[in-house]
């Protein structure tokens, strides 16, 4: 469920190109595919953590699948790029609902360390999404057409759905009515937790970060590098980088616990991304292997701080699980989607905003979260 989000990005990049064409747009425009559908997302966080505390884990669900498979037939129909980047935003609303709830769902069971690792663990099979999902859009392209992609997701989103209705029980224990003053409460619990609140900043940094390599990859790799089909074999070499420290971090989080392990290595993605900045920017902008090391190191990294901060700043409120879900992932997405359409827009068809917002990012997150360290409460 938690993939949806990733397999909504991921297996579409290799089609980028193709898109263009089809609606004869310029690559300045092409980041609406993903914004729209991060907007989205972070709309369908707000209402599906609350509507879930109210309506149960499962039933939200199926709404939030409903309507995400109601984007991909606009997208499928659409004869325009207005109406498809309308589809992806109804696809973001939809996958609200799977991402945040599956969310709930683990802080219903698990609390503390316990829900870093269960956290760390999901994302390490999450990963395994980005790894494959650029593949399979290319091999469905190869055989089919671009919008055969879309069949693929409606067909996806059928089989993930009933499988949880077979496999998952459900968890939610008390219910909290869902009304407009019952996400205003969510809002202000949330924003009155200072380290929760830095948690959640830090969090939309270091997304900001990843977003806007995601919105630039397929253009810097298909393009300015020239790597034609053998973009998704790149592609899939850093996101298993993230997956892999996600496994780790995993089974790290219990001997050194979540405040300590995100702490370290944010101390080390920051000094790696200055040295580089410093001493490598000219051979990061030009060389395709430094500048993949570069990304598959910062992706490493990530892994050992994404799971750990939602974990963090999740924990305190396992009595409104659902609720703090959606605020922390809205809020996180926001900022996120943010930095990224600043970062996009200033695209010049080479690698350097990727590297200058990262690197900015990686000082950013390591300043928020000395803070959020420091405070006792």
């Keep these: 469920m938690i993939s949806f989000v990733a397999l909504t990005i991921d297996t579409l990049l290799p089609a980028y190109g193709e898109i263009k064409t089809y609606y004869d747009i310029e690559d300045a425009h092409l980041h609406w595919i993903i914004t729209s559908l991060f907007i989205g997302f972070s709309f369908g966080q707000i209402i599906f953590g609350p509507l879930s505390d109210r309506l149960g884990r499962q039933n939200s669900i199926?709404?939030?699948?409903?309507?995400?498979?109601?984007?991909?037939?606009?997208?499928?129909?659409?004869?325009?790029?207005?109406?498809?980047?309308?589809?992806?935003?109804?696809?973001?609303l939809g996958i609200g609902g799977p991402?945040?709830?599956?969310?709930?769902?683990?802080?219903?069971?698990y609390s503390g360390n316990k829900l870093a690792s269960i956290n760390s663990f999901i994302m390490s099979i999450f990963i395994l999404v980005p790894i494959v999902a650029p593949l399979i859009g290319q091999t469905i392209m190869i055989i089919l057409s671009w919008k055969s992609i879309i069949l693929f997701f409606i067909v996806f989103s059928f089989t993930t759905t009933l499988l949880l209705k077979i496999f998952v029980k459900e968890t939610l224990t008390r219910k909290i009515d869902f009304?407009?003053?019952?996400?205003?409460?969510?809002?202000?619990?949330?924003?009155?937790?200072?380290?929760?609140?830095?948690?959640?900043?830090?969090l939309g940094t270091l997304l900001g970060g990843l977003l806007t390599f995601?919105?630039?990859?397929?253009p810097v790799y298909q393009d300015f590098f020239d790597l034609g089909l053998y973009f998704p074999l790149f592609f899939a070499a850093i996101a298993s980088m993230l997956g892999l420290s996600s496994f780790l971090n995993s089974n790290l989080v219990f001997k050194y616990g979540a405040v300590k392990i995100s702490l370290f290595f944010s101390t080390?993605?920051?000094?790696?991304?200055?040295?580089?900045?410093?001493?490598?920017?000219?051979?990061?902008?030009?060389?395709?292997?430094?500048?993949?090391?570069?990304i598959m190191?910062?992706?490493?990294?990530?892994g050992f701080i994404f799971g750990n901060l939602n974990a963090l700043a999740l924990d305190p409120f396992?009595?409104?699980?659902?609720?703090?879900?959606?605020?922390?992932?809205?809020?996180?997405?926001?900022?996120?989607?943010?930095?990224?359409?600043?970062?996009?827009?200033?695209?010049?068809?080479?690698p350097k905003i990727i590297i200058y917002i990262i690197s900015i990012c990686s000082i950013t997150t390591f300043i928020i979260l000395s803070i959020a360290f420091l405070k006792k409460s």
Excluded: P
């Excluded at 984007?71 to 109406?83: D, E, M, P, V």
């Excluded at 991402?99 to 069971?109: H, K, T």
């Excluded at 995601?214 to 397929?218: E, L, P, V, Y």
């Excluded at 051979?283 to 395709?288: D, S």
């Design 62 to 92: 199926i709404i939030g699948v409903s309507i995400y498979l109601l984007g991909c037939i606009i997208c499928l129909a659409s004869s325009s790029y207005t109406s498809f980047v309308i589809g992806r935003l109804i696809q973001g």
């Design 214 to 218: 995601i919105n630039i990859c397929q």
């Design 318 to 350: 396992g009595h409104m699980a659902g609720n703090a879900s959606s605020v922390i992932g809205a809020l996180s997405t926001i900022l996120a989607v943010t930095i990224s359409s600043l970062a996009t827009s200033s695209f010049d068809g080479t």
């Design 297 to 302: 190191v910062n992706f490493f990294f990530f």
């Design 268 to 294: 080390i993605f920051m000094i790696w991304c200055i040295v580089n900045f410093l001493f490598n920017l000219s051979l990061i902008n030009e060389e395709l292997l430094w500048f993949s090391i570069f």
């Design 179 to 202: 009304n407009f003053t019952t996400i205003l409460r969510s809002f202000q619990a949330v924003m009155k937790n200072t380290k929760s609140l830095l948690y959640i900043i830090s």
């Design 99 to 109: 991402r945040v709830v599956s969310q709930a769902i683990c802080r219903d069971l």
